[in-house]
């Protein structure tokens, strides 16, 4: 009998991951009087950042399922879903680098290194690791 993953490690990282982006999303929101860009600009990053996590519930359903092909294509299509996010253009937030930091009404040089999104791309990474690995054991 095939033995099913444990992603439980995975999934309290996606919990953190998420409560990353609910915090940047409320640096978009009214609470957040300090940040000098225009209501069409804070709007697209809040759509981006909601965005960032709306698929975890395909995620979810792909792990409760032990599918691994399943899980891998789901956690893949996250993480191009989030490399689409670095591209500036049309409809696009006018700096993408701003949208998924913890200070976006910091200037670029005085904000931190750490980027929320790197965390979900490695998180992802991570997850398909995982379920690429079982697919292997198990064969």
């Known amino acids: 009998m095939q033995g099913r993953l444990d ?14 982006v609910a915090i940047s999303i409320r640096m978009y929101t009214p609470y957040n009087r300090c940040l000098a ?11 981006w950042l909601a965005d960032s996590i709306h698929a975890f519930a ?6 409760k399922s032990g ?8 956690a893949d299509g ?14 696009r937030a006018g700096d993408p680098m701003r949208t998924f930091h913890n200070e976006p009404d910091l200037p670029n040089h005085e904000r931190s290194n750490r980027w929320v999104l ?6 992802m990474e991570k997850i398909k690791a995982k379920a ?8």
């Not at 992603?7 to 990353?20: G, K, Y």
């Not at 860009?37 to 709007?43: A, C, F, L």
Request: proline content about 0%; glycine content about 2%; overall charge negative.
């Open 58 to 63: 395909d995620l979810a359903e792909a792990i």
């Open 118 to 123: 790197d965390d979900g791309i490695a998180l």
């Open 7 to 20: 992603f439980s490690e995975e999934l309290a990282e996606l919990v953190i991951f998420m409560s990353e």
């Open 67 to 74: 599918n691994t092909k399943a899980i891998s294509e789901t």
């Open 37 to 47: 860009i225009s209501e069409e600009e804070k709007n697209r990053h809040i759509l």
């Open 78 to 91: 996250i993480v191009k879903l989030y490399e689409k996010y670095t591209v500036i253009g049309e409809r």
């Open 132 to 139: 690429h690995l079982h697919s292997v054991i198990t064969l």
